[in-house]
């Protein structure tokens, strides 16, 4: 399919982490309708966006809370709670991870992340420390699936993008990935990973 890959990037959230923040909002706000209603109008995603790119959650909250006085509680919930969100790794994806690194492949990881939200992450789930290193775009004040970040990724490891892969659950940051001249594919489920990755002679 391609030629030899020396580098593979994980994503984490949803590949490696389960991340959900209806879990503790579905106690919050109990309704069904009006939590869809707060998260399409209030904590939107665009708005926790911001917060991966490096806003620091006192003005997130401060923002939300002038437009939204009546919800000051519920938007202080979305990061009281967080760790709720994020309940379990995917032990499947976790093995996928660790056995390439046992193999003596080069992983690196790509993320996502509020900086603060990641510290605490790195705490509960000790593989976030096994490959050898991490770009978190809340620390560097760009995300994906802007292509400066898989650049600077891949200047900051040594990578060489011909001769890397990518696995993200999102189809946009696969896009980007590509746009850099990385090779990527669209994280689905660990089985369907592995058969990916053995695409690119990748065996685990």
């Not at 939590?35 to 003005?59: I, K, M, S, Y």
């Not at 093995?95 to 990641?118: H, P």
């Not at 802007?146 to 990518?166: Q, S, W």
Request: net charge negative.
């Amino acid at each position: 399919m391609t030629g030899q890959i020396d580098h593979i990037v994980f994503d984490i959230g949803k590949v490696l982490i389960h991340y959900d923040p209806q879990l503790p909002f579905s106690r919050i706000i109990p309704d069904e309708a009006e939590r869809q209603w707060f998260f399409e109008n209030v904590c939107t995603h665009e708005w926790n966006l911001e917060q991966d790119r490096g806003r620091a959650w006192p003005e997130a909250e401060a923002l939300l809370i002038a437009q939204h006085p009546d919800r000051e509680e519920q938007i202080r919930a979305f990061r009281k709670h967080w760790h709720e969100m994020v309940p379990h790794a995917y032990e499947d994806s976790v093995a996928i991870l660790e056995g390439l690194i046992d193999q003596g492949r080069d992983v690196t990881m790509l993320t996502n992340f509020a900086a603060d939200t990641f510290v605490e992450a790195r705490k509960r789930f000790p593989f976030l420390d096994a490959s050898r290193g991490v770009t978190v775009s809340g620390e560097i004040s760009l995300i994906k699936p802007d292509v400066a970040i898989y650049e600077k990724h891949a200047r900051d490891f040594g990578l060489r993008p011909a001769a890397t892969i990518f696995i993200d659950d999102s189809a946009d940051n696969v896009k980007g990935a590509r746009a850099a001249g990385w090779h990527a594919v669209q994280f689905i489920d660990a089985a369907t990973l592995r058969r990916d990755l053995a695409g690119f002679g990748i065996e685990v």
